[in-house]
């Protein structure tokens, strides 16, 4: 079946650290991968995606590559700022147009000024 | 951009009661709409697919006569929680889809079964 491990949190940095959250994944098929975030008290928003393997999604800042090799999918941030304290998500998807989305655990976010 | 109302946002029942929660898309149409669940420290699990006017698909485990959802318009879906016990308790999360875009997520209604 499919499943994503995420690392766990909570993870609290300082503004403007460098910032990592593992995701690795397990797909039967080729699977299209997604980070989520959710901002206090809002609803679950894309933050990036990519579909295949090298793929590089990349916004607000954020990047993750598509590591076919290692069934990776981490998300990086080269300086955080207290607005990017959140939850984040990383997920997959398998099958052309097929948003039935499999989530990890969720990674809860705090940036201290 | 697209927005996805989910309503209540909390909701506190006694044991045995029904308890609805509702999905709108507010300025799309939804051909489709998942309702997912979260226990704590836990990830998302799909509880079923709602089609506007079809039966919904639920996914492996989850009881369909417990977990009643109607897609009676494209902009609207329910979940119903039948008879609820204290093991009811979760987040619950609805998600709403158009073709040509990607997934928009309610806020999520935190239901405590007392």
């Known amino acids: 079946g499919n499943s994503v491990t995420q690392m766990e949190g909570p993870v609290t940095l300082s503004e403007e650290a460098f910032l990592t959250i593992n995701c690795t994944y397990t797909a039967t098929g080729y699977p299209s991968l997604f980070w989520y975030v959710q901002y206090p008290g809002e609803g679950l928003q894309l933050l990036l995606k990519?579909?295949?393997?090298?793929d590089k999604g990349s916004n607000k800042g954020f990047e993750a590559t598509y590591r076919k090799e290692t069934t990776s999918f981490h998300l990086e941030k080269g300086s955080v700022q207290v607005s990017d304290s959140a939850v984040y998500f990383c997920a997959l998807s398998v099958g052309f147009g097929n948003e039935k989305l499999t989530f990890g655990t969720g990674t809860r976010l705090t940036i201290i000024p | 951009g697209a927005v996805v109302s989910q309503h209540p946002s909390r909701v506190i029942c006694k044991s045995g009661t029904s308890v609805k929660i509702e999905c709108r898309s507010l300025d799309f149409q939804a051909t489709t709409m998942f309702w997912y669940r979260q226990f704590p420290k836990q990830s998302l699990m799909l509880m079923a697919t709602?089609?506007?006017?079809?039966?919904?698909?639920?996914e492996q485990g989850v009881e369909k006569d417990k977990f009643l959802i109607n897609h009676a318009s494209l902009t609207l879906s329910t979940l119903t929680v039948t008879s609820a016990h204290p093991e009811d308790s979760s987040f619950y999360i609805c998600s709403a889809q158009t073709p040509d875009s990607p997934l928009h997520f309610g806020n999520g209604t935190r239901l405590t079964v007392t």
């Open positions: 990519a579909t295949k393997a090298d």
């Open positions: 709602s089609n506007e006017g079809s039966k919904a698909t639920y």
